[in-house]
């Protein structure tokens, strides 16, 4: 079997620039990922990547898979079901023997010394009534895949940060009224997006409801047919919606790898040091899901992040005797 320098799971900017930077060290390595992209390729406008005006998020994950494939990786478009830790004992250590063993279906299997694990981040839920009954059916995470169908319609984002709002200007591209249900009282995203968003205001084509918070999505059965809220707005506590978006981040995207043991802080991040260093020794994480992004989940910070992880495999894999590194 072939046993790869660091197989890297995650096919968004951290783990395609992980790749790219393996690939120059001269790394043998893979790149297994379930979506090309991940979040980034549900971004309908990319305007804050240097070295493109305007992208679609779409458009720039190919451009990095051209660029990953083009150094000679390779990209797997699969989900991996589960890692497995060789047990040291197992090892003879100083040869670097295959450390990790990454199972994709059930016969698919592939070895790697270091891991890198850049799996971003899962949409959050509202967890209310209606929600998981509408979804597809008018419920939707995705305003980027979803938006067109709601041609003519009137559809409510939920949230007031930068997905909520960017993907409200997006969706007034086609709805023909758009709310934005916010449980404060000030939008918060990227006051670039606020402007463009107050534009659409001016022309009464889009609203937001501020400091409230949706407490139900009701429907026929069949679809969504509007939300009732936890407070009235004029006058009302139903408002009458075709679709709903719900817009309110996402939480890091650890499962596949904590059942190995990885130290997570409080809000659910993986724990990394300045190398991208876990606590597990030749797991190295980047991306939406470390601590380091927990504020600023950014492409740009993501690509720098899966850089850095493959330098520091790069330095790790050197080693000759039993590595010394610590964790965190
Ligand atoms: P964020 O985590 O940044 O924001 C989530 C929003 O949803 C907040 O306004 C939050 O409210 C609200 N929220 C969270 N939970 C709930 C809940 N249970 N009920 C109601 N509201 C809730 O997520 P985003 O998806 O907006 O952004 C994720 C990352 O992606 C960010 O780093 C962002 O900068 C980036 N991004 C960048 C874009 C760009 O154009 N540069 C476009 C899209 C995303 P509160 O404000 O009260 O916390």
């Known amino acids: 079997m072939n046993i790869y320098d660091v197989v890297i799971i995650g096919a968004g900017p951290a783990g395609l620039a992980a790749s790219i930077y393996a690939s120059r060290y001269k790394l043998s390595n893979l790149v297994i990922g ?6 980034l390729s549900l971004a309908h406008k990319v305007e804050n990547y240097p070295g493109f005006i305007s992208i679609t998020g779409l458009e ?23 890692i497995e830790k060789v047990k040291s004992e197992k090892l003879k250590v100083k040869s670097h023997s295959s450390k990790f063993k990454v199972f994709v279906g059930e016969d698919e299997v592939y070895e790697a010394k270091a891991l ?11 967890d209310i009534p209606g929600e ?43 709805a023909k009224k758009v709310y934005i249900i916010y449980r404060k009282d000030r939008l918060r995203a990227e006051p670039i997006w606020v402007e463009e968003w107050k534009k659409i205001e001016e022309q009464k084509k889009g609203e937001t409801i501020y400091n409230t918070n949706i407490a139900e999505i009701a429907g026929d059965g069949t679809k969504v ?3 009732k809220l936890d407070k009235q707005y004029k006058g009302s506590d139903f408002l009458e919606v075709d679709g709903v978006f719900i817009e309110i981040g996402g939480v ?9 043991g990885v130290k997570l802080d409080e809000t659910g991040h993986v ?6 260093k876990t606590n597990i020794f030749g797991l190295f994480c980047a991306g939406d899901m470390v601590n380091k992004s927990a504020k600023f989940k950014q492409a740009t910070l993501a690509v720098s992040q899966g850089a850095l992880a493959a330098a520091s495999v790069y ?12 964790g965190v």
């Not at 709002?165 to 969706?171: F, I, L």
């Not at 724990?271 to 991208?276: A, C, N, S, Y």
């Open 34 to 39: 379930k979506q090309l992209g991940g979040e």
């Open 60 to 82: 720039l994950c190919e451009k990095f898979k051209e660029q990953v494939e083009g150094l000679g990786a390779e990209v797997l478009l699969k989900e991996v079901g589960r």
């Open 116 to 126: 890198i694990i850049a799996t971003g981040s899962e949409r959050k839920r509202l």
């Open 132 to 174: 998981k009954e509408y979804m597809g059916k008018g419920v939707s995470y995705c305003y980027t895949c979803d938006a067109p169908f709601f041609k003519n319609k009137t559809v409510a984002l939920i949230g007031g940060a930068d997905s909520a709002v960017s993907g409200a200007v997006h969706t007034a591209e086609y």
């Open 225 to 227: 047919s509007g939300v």
């Open 252 to 260: 890091p995207g650890t499962s596949l790898i904590k059942s190995l």
């Open 271 to 276: 724990i990394v040091d300045e190398e991208m």
């Open 315 to 326: 330095k790790y894999l050197k080693q000759e005797s039993a590595p010394s590194q610590r």
